[in-house]
């Protein structure tokens, strides 16, 4: 069956960086696109950032365009998100998200459980 691990949330400091990782397996992962996704404390589910499936093409919502990086290691089945100069609106639930084709913005069908990113002083 599908699965998706998120690891690598943390505590960090404002202006500091962490890395996400999601190891994926169940699946042909170089065949989908992936995305990142987040969730703050009360607020509603928010559209990070996708990667085609071969890598060649990425996106970012707004929020954290220049400042996040989306990657994917195919023969590891595994989609990164390295996270730099973090603020205190970064904290959020991030999960991993298994998009609907080799494209991004089908939808999704398979989620991680999600890793916590709190980014506080």
């Known amino acids: 069956q599908v699965q998706l691990v998120e690891s690598g949330g943390d505590l960090a400091q404002p202006g500091g960086s962490l890395r996400l990782s999601c190891a994926a397996s169940?699946?042909?992962?170089?065949?989908?696109?992936m995305s990142w996704a987040r969730q703050a404390p009360g607020k509603g589910l928010e559209w990070v950032s996708g990667?085609?499936?071969?890598?060649?093409?990425?996106y970012y919502a707004d929020s954290v365009k220049g400042r996040f990086t989306i990657s994917r290691d195919n023969a590891k089945n595994t989609v990164y998100l390295q996270m730099n100069s973090l603020k205190p609106e970064d904290t959020a639930l991030y999960y991993c998200?298994?998009?609907?084709?080799?494209?991004?913005?089908?939808?999704?069908?398979?989620w991680g459980k999600g890793t916590l990113v709190t980014v506080s002083s």
């Open positions: 998200a298994k998009d609907r084709g080799i494209t991004v913005g089908d939808g999704f069908d398979f």
């Open positions: 169940g699946f042909t992962f170089s065949l989908y696109g």
């Open positions: 990667i085609y499936s071969g890598g060649s093409d990425t």
